[in-house]
C-alpha cells in the first residue's frame, strides 16, 4: 500500500509539468505561419512578374513578325512555343483500325 501511495505521489508531482503549455511548440507554430505568409507573398510577387515578362516575351514575338514581314521572309516558330497537336490530321492507313478476322470454321 505504502508503494502505490508513493507511486500516486510522484505520478502527482509530474502532472503540473504536463499541464504546462508547450511554449516551443507555440513558438513553431508562429514561425511556420509567418514562413507560409513570406511564401504566399513571393508567390504572388513571382505571379506578377510572370504576367509582365509573358507580355514582354508577347511584344518582342510581334516585333519580330513585323520585320520578318517587311524584310519579306517567314518568321521562324520557336522550338520551345506550345501548341495542341493539330486534331484535324487525317489518319494514315497504317494507323487505321483493323477490321475484325472472320472466325474461321
Request: net charge neutral.
Amino acid at each position: 500500500m505504502r508503494k502505490w501511495i508513493e507511486e500516486t505521489r510522484q505520478i502527482l508531482g509530474t502532472l503540473p509539468e504536463l499541464m504546462e503549455p508547450d511554449s516551443s511548440a507555440g513558438e513553431r507554430v508562429a514561425t511556420a505561419e509567418r514562413e507560409i505568409e513570406r511564401l504566399k507573398k513571393e508567390i504572388d510577387d513571382l505571379k506578377r512578374e510572370n504576367i509582365q515578362l509573358r507580355g514582354e516575351k508577347d511584344e518582342i514575338a510581334q516585333a519580330m513578325g513585323q520585320i520578318a514581314q517587311k524584310l519579306g521572309i517567314a518568321p521562324r516558330k520557336s522550338p520551345f512555343e506550345r501548341s495542341a497537336p493539330p486534331a484535324a490530321e487525317p489518319a494514315r492507313a497504317a494507323d487505321a483500325p483493323k477490321p475484325p478476322e472472320p472466325p474461321r470454321p
